[in-house]
């Protein structure tokens, strides 16, 4: 029963992504950036770690998630200011970097 826990967020995550990829790729792309933002996964995330975790579990998720936010953005403008130099999948691969680069820093340094 654990295991059809999973497959459900796996495809609930999933479906997202289908529905995303299916506006951006017919042009409606601030519907399709509207409906990745809307806090659909961080609200099945925050209950899913309610239930499995409780109140306590939360809490500090969502605070990762603020300081998670710095890296964040430093991705996406990667993304749009690197793409049209580089192409798309140098500047993903950059800002990929990027991301993993600064929220090690911010893991380090929070550690300390």
Do not use: C, D
């Not at 299916?22 to 933002?37: C, D, K």
């Not at 996964?41 to 925050?46: A, S």
């Not at 936010?69 to 990929?96: C, D, N």
């Amino acid at each position: 029963m654990v295991g059809l826990k999973y497959l459900l967020y796996f495809l609930i995550g999933g479906s997202i992504i289908s529905i995303v990829t299916y506006f951006a790729s017919h042009s409606r792309n601030l519907v399709a950036a509207f409906l990745a933002n809307l806090p659909v996964m961080t609200l099945i995330t925050f209950l899913t770690i309610y239930y499995e975790a409780g109140q306590k579990a939360v809490v500090p998720y969502a605070q990762g998630l603020v300081i998670m936010l710095f890296p964040w953005l430093a991705y996406i403008f990667s993304v749009i200011f690197l793409s049209s130099r580089l192409g798309v999948v140098p500047s993903l691969l950059l800002g990929v970097a990027l991301y993993l680069l600064l929220a090690y820093f911010i893991i380090f340094v929070k550690r300390f």
